[in-house]
């Protein structure tokens, strides 16, 4: 690394910067990175054309029609002197995810049991005891990456992703925890579904949760997790 | 596009592998990790548009490989630009890069490639679809966009809805270097990104003075190149945003260049980002294809990139 205090402004092509504000993930960076995603909506108006946050970065994407490259980091250079952090406990909305935890829509919950040296039922106590920040988004549409999970659930990813994980299931690896909004391949270990619609192109906002959510996975039985809406569907290994 | 005007323009005899609907891009959802999308080749996309009468970000079709029949369901005006797919109407060569009159009942045919990968096929008054989150770009991976609003490509029987309008506006004259010769040896212009120093100097160099062929894993996600093994300093990094045209190199020393449908955010250390116009001609080669990089400042690739878009203003 070329080391130069951070924040630092970094090239990211002809219409970006990318902002490092951090060297390590932590909850508190998000106070830093939510006021700094607000701050250059307001300095960037109509040339931004996307943010992307995540971890310790922001990524800023501006028009080069209208802002040369030089002059978009000059606007970050002006409004990272003045910037602030959000008050703890702002921003970001509270979601609750309904789950059902099973080995039938969850078959990695014996693994990660074995793995934490703990019983199926504190695995899901574990994971549901949590409240966790929505880092970043990103591998598909509303896919939101979220931590910080308990140490003791720290599980390897799947050695072998599978092609196909079913829309909604509940998944971790390393420190995070994430659900999945759509069936795509994915090489977490899956512990539950939830019935929560994660994303919608329909819904304004398009996403259930954003860079800066609290979320908290709350257990159902399978009767609601049904009545909800819920796929019971068992995972199948050979799809 | 709900109270527009439209008709069905042409009709899908045969989809060949991959045939998209492309307007500029979806913006604006990348946060929620929802990708770019919008034409590989900016550059022939806008030229196809240009040449039918349309304005900037006009939905046209994208023709990946050819292999693409279409009857045409009423007279139109069309244009192709970009990859040279052995298009013919009715059997005989179609003019690429020129506006061309099309009339009910002709059969418009794209064959395979002979010079470049990817044609596109702007219709006067713009094919009409449905925007999803802002766009009608076409990301197959995500479900999202395209002449359904689901992200998929043209399939057989598929019918496309048109906004016919006659230009009012000349032919455009296309000056020979706007048209690429997709099959010459190309330098791709990079940004070096902040990563470049942590690179070993005997990668940097190779890295700039190698010769890279375009390796059979490239899609819209991605052109990976092949040639000697570069090595960094960093093994892989916190995930974050990534640009059109990042070029990654994941630890085994090959380096990506990420294309419109890439991953809104990612791990490993960048050698920078080709510019836009760069990334539009890597989308044209074919495996095995040898290209160039060179380092290029952000003033002399913001000149070329802003002088290619006045002509579209």
Redesign the interface.
């Known amino acids: ?2 080391e130069s205090k951070l924040p ?1 402004i ?7 910067w ?1 902002v ?1 504000v951090f060297e ?2 932590d909850e508190r960076n998000l106070l830093w990175l939510t006021a700094l ?1 607000r701050r250059c909506e307001a300095a960037f108006g109509r040339a931004l ?11 800023v ?1 501006f028009d ?2 209208q802002l ?3 002059q978009a980091r000059h606007r970050l250079v002006e409004l990272l002197q003045e910037l602030t952090p959000d008050e703890e406990g702002d921003g970001g909305q509270v979601s609750d995810l309904p789950t059902w935890y099973d080995t039938c829509v969850g078959p990695d919950l014996p693994r990660v049991a074995d793995h934490a040296g703990l019983s199926i039922d504190q695995v899901i106590e574990c994971h549901a005891g949590t409240t966790y920040r929505v880092f ?8 939101a ?1 979220m931590g910080l999970l308990d140490e003791r659930l720290e599980v390897p990813r799947l050695e072998t992703p599978r092609q196909r994980v079913p829309m909604n299931s509940v998944a971790i690896a390393g420190r995070q925890t994430a659900a999945y909004p ?1 069936v795509t391949p994915g090489g977490w270990n899956l512990l539950g579904r939830t019935t929560a619609r994660l ?1 919608d ?1 329909h819904r304004d906002g ?2 259930l949760l ?2 800066g959510d609290r979320v908290r996975f709350v257990p159902v039985d399978e009767e609601t997790f049904e009545s909800q809406g819920g796929d019971v569907t068992p995972m199948r290994e050979d799809a | 596009m709900g109270n527009e005007y439209t008709v069905i323009g042409l009709h899908v005899i045969r989809s060949g592998p991959l045939a998209l609907l492309q307007d500029a891009g979806r ?8 990708t ?1 999308g919008g034409p590989a080749d900016v550059h022939a996309w806008a030229w196809a548009n240009h040449l039918a009468g349309n304005p900037w970000g006009t939905a046209a079709l994208e023709i990946t490989f050819g292999g693409l029949s279409l009857a045409v369901s009423r007279d139109l005006t069309l244009a192709v630009a970009g990859a040279d797919l052995g298009a013919t109407l009715d059997g005989e060569p179609l003019p690429l890069w020129q506006r061309v009159r099309v009339r009910e009942g002709q059969r418009l045919t794209f064959d395979t490639p002979r010079c470049g990968l990817r044609a596109y096929l702007a219709v006067a008054g713009g094919f009409a679809a449905e925007p ?2 802002g766009s009608c770009a076409c990301v197959v ?4 966009g395209g002449h359904d609003g689901h992200g998929h490509r043209l399939a057989e029987g598929d019918d496309l809805r048109v906004s016919p309008r006659t230009p009012d506006v000349p032919a455009p004259h296309v000056p020979d270097e706007a048209r690429p010769d997709y099959a010459a040896v190309s330098r791709l212009a990079l ?4 990563q470049i ?2 690179f070993h100097a005997a990668s940097l160099h190779a890295a700039f003075n190698a010769e890279w062929r375009v390796d059979d894993r490239a899609d819209r996600m991605g052109v990976r190149l092949r040639g000697p093994t570069l090595r960094c300093r ?1 093994d892989t990094m ?9 070029v990654q190199v994941p630890p085994d020393g090959q380096p990506i260049a990420l294309l419109n449908d890439r ?4 791990g490993y250390p960048r050698l ?5 116009l760069a990334a539009a001609r890597l989308a044209q080669y074919v495996p095995g294809q040898t290209v160039h990089l060179v380092a290029r400042s ?1 003033e002399r ?2 000149s070329d ?2 002088r290619f ?1 006045r002509r579209f203003s």
């Open positions: 690394m070329v630092r970094e090239s990211a092509g002809l219409d970006g990318l490092r390590r993930i995603s054309v996307d943010l992307v946050p995540s971890y310790t970065t922001l990524l994407v080069p029609l040369s490259p030089s970043a988004l990103g591998f598909a549409p509303g896919f990456f759509a994303f192109r398009f996403s954003q860079v | 913006f604006g959802v990348r946060r929620l990790g929802v770019q999803v989150l991976r995500e479900g999202i940004l070096p990104g902040a120093a942590d960093i916190i995930s974050e945003g990534l640009g059109l045209g990042a991953q809104t955010i990612g920078g980002a080709l510019t836009p952000a690739a913001l990139y802003r878009r």
